[in-house]
């Protein structure tokens, strides 16, 4: 694949690229291929909590396609920065995580990124290795590289000082970790979303202080979330998570306004640029977006679990929601005593609290045997042979 086609490919999606533009990326794709020299291309994760979403993955599938042009994809683990917690994007203070957290965390990123990238491929560090190591000299000298008027003009910072918010010193430090990161890494491009923009930024600024040639840097859109209108995040409860089974995959995915269609083929299903030309006239012609987006679900099945699967989910999805049948293959519970349902749907993990399953009985969203549970502390009696329904897409069969 010629340079041309491989920057139609890089573009997908990209909302920044500083400084220069594709005009810079290209300049840099063809030296590397005049060098025989790949790109050293970064892409930095916190660790702040156990599972990942569509939305995080948008920048892995941007790292991978570098992967399968030849380039060097490094992946960091923040290790230490997710204990000191990004300000980016936020109004207010991100709590800081113990290192036994971050550790939990980074192995269960680990696993569920390596359903995207080659793994054996990419170059892992992790940034505890040489901030563990930083001295308060080091430190001082690390923040003498930047003045205090270039931090406080993040966005972020400027909207809570405006609004007489607290800002704390350490997330002024943030933006510095993150930029040496890059100084360790010697990256040529590093990746992030929208957010991360004057993280980024920063990273070049650091790289110029220590004599390297500073990198280019690329945004990704965040990607929105299943209501339409906020980005995927697990707070609002409106994303689809790179570990759910293949069915809530399929069955969130058939969920998302029709709007959002293009961006999920562009930014998570990782369509190529002739695929995203089949969608726009499919869309354009008046196709019932119903099949697109059954389309749009397999492809993401596909990715997190297999073909054959996706297939297979497709199938239950039209079972269960136009035939109003339950799946073939249930997961099964067996229960060792009476419990109540909030009990029984909170600790099986069904949903995430008690608070979630009493909206959900509330709202009508449980049912056992086909019949609405509207009090959360009904019984579930010890030998009951039923199915229990949670939300439109979940059921567990209750066995003795």
Same mark, same amino acid.
């Given at each position: 694949?010629?340079?041309?086609?491989?920057?139609?490919?890089?573009?997908?999606?990209?909302?920044?690229?500083?400084?220069?533009?594709?005009?810079?990326?290209?300049?840099?794709?063809?030296?590397?291929?005049?060098?025989?020299?790949?790109?050293?291309?970064?892409?930095?994760?916190?660790?702040?909590?156990?599972?990942?979403?569509?939305?995080?993955?948008?920048?892995?599938?941007?790292?991978?396609?570098?992967?399968?042009?030849?380039?060097?994809?490094?992946?960091?683990?923040?290790?230490?920065?997710?204990?000191?917690?990004?300000?980016?994007?936020?109004?207010?203070?991100?709590?800081?995580?113990?290192?036994?957290? $971050?550790?939990?965390?980074?192995?269960?990123?680990?696993?569920?990124?390596?359903? $995207?990238?080659?793994?054996?491929?990419?170059?892992?560090?992790?940034?505890?290795?040489?901030?563990?190591?930083?001295?308060?000299?080091?430190?001082?000298?690390?923040?003498?590289?930047?003045?205090?008027?270039?931090?406080?003009?993040?966005?972020?910072?400027?909207? #809570?000082?405006?609004?007489?918010?607290?800002?704390?010193?350490?997330?002024?430090?943030?933006?510095?970790?993150?930029?040496?990161?890059?100084?360790?890494?010697?990256?040529?491009?590093?990746?992030?979303?929208?957010?991360?923009?004057?993280?980024?930024?920063?990273? #070049?600024?650091?790289?110029?202080?220590?004599?390297?040639?500073?990198?280019?840097?690329?945004?990704?859109?965040?990607?929105?979330?299943?209501?339409?209108?906020?980005?995927?995040?697990?707070?609002?409860?409106?994303?689809?998570?790179?570990?759910?089974?293949?069915?809530?995959?399929?069955?969130?995915?058939?969920?998302?306004?029709?709007?959002?269609?293009?961006?999920?083929?562009?930014?998570?299903?990782?369509?190529?640029?002739?695929?995203?030309?089949?969608?726009?006239?499919?869309?354009?012609?008046?196709?019932?977006? #119903?099949?697109?987006?059954?389309?749009?679900?397999?492809?993401?099945?596909?990715?997190?679990?297999?073909?054959?699967?996706?297939?297979?989910?497709?199938?239950?999805?039209?079972?269960?929601?136009?035939?109003?049948?339950?799946?073939?293959?249930?997961?099964?519970?067996?229960?060792?005593?009476?419990?109540?349902?909030?009990?029984?749907?909170?600790?099986?993990?069904?949903?995430?609290?008690?608070?979630?399953?009493? #909206?959900?009985?509330?709202?009508?969203?449980?049912?056992?045997?086909?019949?609405?549970?509207?009090?959360?502390?009904?019984?579930?009696?010890?030998?009951?042979?039923?199915?229990?329904?949670?939300?439109?897409?979940?059921?567990?069969?209750?066995?003795?």
């Amino acid at each position: 694949m010629n340079i041309d086609e491989q920057l139609k490919i890089l573009s997908q999606g990209v909302v920044d690229l500083k400084p220069g533009g594709f005009d810079t990326l290209k300049k840099l794709l063809e030296g590397a291929k005049e060098k025989n020299k790949p790109l050293r291309v970064k892409l930095g994760i916190d660790p702040t909590s156990s599972d990942l979403h569509l939305g995080h993955m948008v920048c892995i599938n941007k790292l991978r396609q570098f992967q399968d042009f030849g380039h060097q994809a490094v992946l960091l683990i923040g290790g230490y920065t997710a204990q000191v917690g990004d300000p980016s994007g936020r109004n207010e203070t991100r709590p800081s995580l113990s290192p036994e957290e $971050v550790k939990g965390y980074a192995l269960t990123y680990l696993e569920q990124v390596a359903k $995207v990238l080659d793994m054996k491929k990419v170059e892992i560090v992790n940034n505890v290795d040489w901030f563990s190591k930083f001295s308060m000299t080091d430190m001082i000298k690390l923040a003498a590289k930047v003045t205090v008027n270039q931090m406080i003009a993040k966005d972020a910072f400027g909207k #809570r000082l405006d609004a007489g918010l607290p800002l704390y010193a350490h997330e002024i430090i943030y933006p510095l970790l993150q930029g040496f990161d890059s100084v360790e890494i010697k990256a040529d491009i590093e990746l992030g979303g929208t957010d991360q923009l004057f993280n980024l930024m920063v990273g #070049r600024d650091l790289q110029r202080s220590y004599g390297q040639k500073p990198q280019l840097a690329m945004t990704m859109p965040l990607l929105v979330g299943l209501d339409g209108v906020k980005k995927m995040s697990k707070s609002y409860q409106n994303y689809i998570g790179v570990s759910d089974s293949a069915d809530e995959i399929f069955g969130k995915t058939m969920s998302i306004p029709d709007e959002l269609i293009l961006d999920y083929f562009t930014l998570a299903a990782q369509a190529l640029p002739d695929e995203l030309e089949q969608v726009k006239a499919k869309l354009n012609s008046g196709e019932n977006p #119903r099949n697109i987006k059954d389309e749009l679900a397999q492809k993401l099945v596909s990715i997190y679990y297999s073909l054959e699967e996706a297939k297979a989910a497709s199938g239950n999805f039209i079972n269960q929601f136009k035939k109003n049948e339950i799946p073939d293959d249930i997961p099964e519970m067996h229960l060792t005593a009476n419990v109540k349902i909030i009990d029984l749907l909170s600790e099986s993990n069904l949903c995430a609290s008690k608070g979630e399953a009493k #909206r959900l009985i509330a709202g009508g969203g449980v049912k056992l045997a086909g019949v609405r549970i509207d009090d959360p502390n009904q019984e579930i009696s010890l030998g009951l042979e039923a199915v229990l329904q949670v939300g439109k897409r979940k059921f567990v069969k209750l066995t003795k």
